[in-house]
């Protein structure tokens, strides 16, 4: 696989860790564990996530902020998603309270958000989810002309075409996925469907239409199944070393219901990323990143909801 051109002051660094959590025990697991950074939600915030993805009660999100600050780590409110008109107004107010109570920042879509704390004069770290279309250069400079400090780079990326976005001339902080054992084959900020993300073939007719991408079809010509292309592990561990040397300031855990699921992603992402910051070679890398990512997964289907 052709290396992509590394930025010499990225060379070797520490990349912050970010935790999708729903509880604070979750928060407190991960913050005390290696996590730099945890995001969450609530349900009257429109964001990208499931029910159970997000914290069951407002006190309990206000407690996790607390817990975050005598331990000297941030906490991001997730607001991922487009805010209708209707609940717009008491949304974003909620963001905003949440914001003047100590949260550290916000994950957003709607630019619309920015606006609402522009007129207001509140001032927040603000990161571009991947639902917000930034695919290069120059869509980057637009949204950091007005306001986003961070964003969270599309995973359909390849590090060959992202690479122009790692300017540092242009300032923004870009936080990627750990693609090796979190990657969605479709731009996900155009598909409305909620995908497992597992890389298994869903058979079973009655399934087919909830996860298109994973669907196997069948062929007509000696009845197998055909199923939509995926990259494999060794080209995803590529991507992930590459990033890492582009100058990745952030790598992200998703959130999900399943918290088994979660505590065996971040720990395994919590790996990867401390092999890159040994400084280790790239065969060096992919070799000991296919043991870890091969490694048994016993956590049971991700939207099954576990709690921890």
Do not use: W
Not at 21 to 26: K, S
Not at 84 to 108: D, H, N, T
């Amino acid at each position: 696989m052709p290396a992509t051109k590394k930025n010499p002051a990225a060379k070797k660094h520490k990349m912050r860790v970010l935790v999708g959590v729903r509880t604070l025990n979750e928060a407190e697991f991960f913050l005390t564990r290696g996590a730099d950074e945890v995001y969450c939600g609530l349900p009257e915030i429109p964001n990208h996530g499931v029910t159970a993805e997000n914290f069951s009660s407002e006190k309990e999100l206000r407690a996790t902020i607390d817990l975050a600050k005598k331990l000297g780590k941030q906490v991001f409110i997730v607001a991922n998603d487009v805010f209708p008109a209707g609940v717009f107004p008491k949304a974003a107010a909620k963001v905003a309270e949440l914001v003047r109570y100590g949260a550290s920042g916000v994950i957003i879509r709607d630019m619309a958000l920015l606006e609402y704390f522009k007129k207001r004069k509140l001032r927040t770290y603000f990161t571009l989810s991947t639902l917000g279309l930034c695919f290069n250069r120059e869509a980057l400079k637009f949204f950091k002309e007005r306001g986003v400090a961070r964003i969270v780079l599309p995973q359909h990326l390849a590090p060959a075409e992202a690479a122009p976005m790692f300017d540092k001339a242009l300032g923004m902080d870009i936080e990627v996925f750990c693609l090796p054992l979190f990657y969605e084959v479709n731009i996900n900020s155009l598909c409305s469907l909620s995908c497992p993300c597992s890389q298994e073939a869903v058979t079973d007719p009655r399934l087919q239409k909830a996860y298109t991408c994973l669907s196997a079809l069948k062929r007509s010509d000696d009845g197998g199944f055909y199923t939509m292309p995926m990259p494999n592990s060794e080209t995803l561990l590529n991507y992930f070393y590459d990033y890492y040397h582009l100058g990745a300031k952030c790598m992200k855990v998703a959130r999900g219901p399943n918290g088994e699921e979660v505590i065996e992603l971040f720990y395994k992402s919590l790996l990867l990323t401390r092999l890159l910051e040994k400084g280790v070679s790239r065969a060096a890398f992919v070799h000991e990143g296919k043991k870890i990512v091969s490694s048994s997964q016993n956590y049971g289907k991700r939207y099954i909801v576990k709690r921890f």
